[in-house]
């Protein structure tokens, strides 16, 4: 039976993250769609390249700016709630990081952080296009640029989602102190769904079916890794402020334990799975939704009014 002190999650857990692990590597191993264009990866219908990369070189830097100023804030709380009441062996922590192990801890920073690299490459794709350098741009640079797209348009909305109706929440309910309404965590939970909805509207790069795989792929390398590293976030909690519980595993995110009762277990993968795949679907249909409305001859300022409307629906910005 699963305990407090158990620090490797259930052979059959392990078996189904192989599992998903596994076929979405092959998915996109065996994708064949048509890598896109210099003209689709870095251009607009609504703005002209350099304004394109001037806008995503600035979304890049401050990507970059708040990645740099993360790792160096002073020590700051991981607050780690479990569901007691479904069957969980751990009692609440904090756990304080900083530096290189906050960064690496949160699927939020993942995601943030992969959302600049799309930046920064989509930036270089727009320069390129105004400069009329067809030819530069190597095929593999058009096509990490459009993965990366697709991956951080769904695993950034789930980011939000998920902060903002499940996590924030579990926090007020449990009456725990949190920061996640101060300004750093407002930009990396809300900022990006605008940024995101940015790229929908006024960019054209597609978001496929044939990829959808890329976020399942980023979702269970994150998974994989937080369970690796769950008895080092234990190590830090019994060597940080205040009393240790005495946890043997520590987890960012209540959904993540492994001394849940199995089924529980299966079931949030499984639900993980499918909120992946959600969002990504999600964009997807957005993204088509934009593109017809644009040929309907819909203004941009009007769909530009909805889209905007939508992703403040979707934030959360004080208890």
């Not at 350099?50 to 995503?56: D, E, Q, S, V």
């Not at 903002?164 to 769904?193: A, T």
């Amino acid at each position: 039976m699963a305990n407090q002190k158990q620090t490797v999650p259930p052979l059959a857990t392990i078996a189904l993250g192989v599992v998903m692990a596994v076929v979405s590597g092959a998915m996109l191993a065996l994708d064949r769609t048509p890598i896109v264009t210099l003209e689709q990866a870095g251009g607009s219908e609504a703005v002209g390249p350099a304004c394109l990369c001037a806008l995503r070189g600035l979304f890049a830097l401050g990507h970059a700016f708040m990645i740099v100023q993360t790792a160096l804030l002073p020590a700051m709380p991981l607050i780690a709630v479990y569901k007691r009441e479904l069957g969980s062996h751990l009692q609440t922590e904090t756990i304080w990081l900083r530096g290189l192990p906050r960064l690496c801890s949160f699927f939020t920073i993942w995601c943030f952080a992969a959302q600049g690299a799309f930046f920064a490459l989509g930036a270089a794709c727009s320069a390129a296009l105004a400069l009329g350098a067809e030819g530069v741009v190597p095929a593999r640079v058009l096509y990490i640029t459009h993965l990366l797209f697709e991956m951080t348009a769904g695993c950034g909305l789930v980011v939000t989602v998920v902060v903002s109706f499940v996590i924030w929440p579990e926090l007020l309910r449990f009456g725990v102190q949190h920061d996640l309404d101060e300004p750093q965590n407002l930009v990396m939970h809300n900022w990006n769904v605008l940024e995101i909805l940015t790229e929908l509207l006024i960019g054209q790069l597609p978001i496929t079916v044939a990829h959808a795989a890329v976020g399942i792929a980023w979702g269970t390398a994150f998974i994989a890794f937080s369970w690796l590293r769950a008895p080092a976030l234990a190590r830090l909690a019994r060597e940080g402020k205040g009393r240790s519980a005495g946890n043997g595993v520590n987890f960012p995110y209540f959904f993540l334990d492994i001394t849940l009762p199995r089924a529980t277990q299966y079931a949030f993968l499984l639900g993980l799975l499918a909120v992946l795949l959600t969002f990504y679907f999600g964009a997807m249909a957005l993204r088509e939704l934009l593109l017809v409305s644009a040929r309907c001859g819909v203004p941009l300022l009007a769909r530009a009014a909805a889209t905007y409307a939508v992703g403040y629906m979707l934030t959360k910005w004080r208890d």
